[in-house]
């Protein structure tokens, strides 16, 4: 049984700070690239950033230099650290697992949590 469950969203004011956390269970964590997808309003689910297992990352242009993407693979848990936050930052944010291999294919996601930037 596999879960991704998130914690940490909420209402903040501009300029804030907010810590997501994807706590997983059911997979070897330690395989899989985890990343945060949000999605606002009307607005098509966009990448956020991801993190391999091994520690690399990306970020989406509009967040780079504010959020950071991290991970504690003896605590299955990933997390997305987010600071100046800003009203368009407002979204349902998303984490996913995933691990491709040659014969492997896996894809899982959190439920979702609500993250509003607003004053």
């Known amino acids: 049984q596999v879960q991704l469950v998130e914690s940490g969203g909420g209402l903040v004011q501009p300029g804030g700070s907010l810590r997501l956390s994807c706590a997983t269970s059911?997979?070897?964590?330690?395989?899989?690239?985890m990343g945060w997808y949000r999605q606002a309003p009307g607005k098509q689910r966009e990448l956020v950033a991801t993190i391999t297992g091994g520690g690399s990352t990306t970020y989406a242009d509009s967040v780079k230099g504010r959020f950071t993407i991290s991970r504690d693979n003896a605590k299955n848990t990933g997390y997305l650290h987010m600071n100046s936050l800003k009203p368009e930052d407002t979204a349902v944010y998303y984490c996913n697992a995933v691990l491709k291999t040659f014969v492997t294919d896996k894809d899982y996601w959190g439920q979702g949590t609500q993250v509003t930037v607003s004053s």
């Open positions: 059911g997979i070897m964590f330690r395989l899989f690239t």
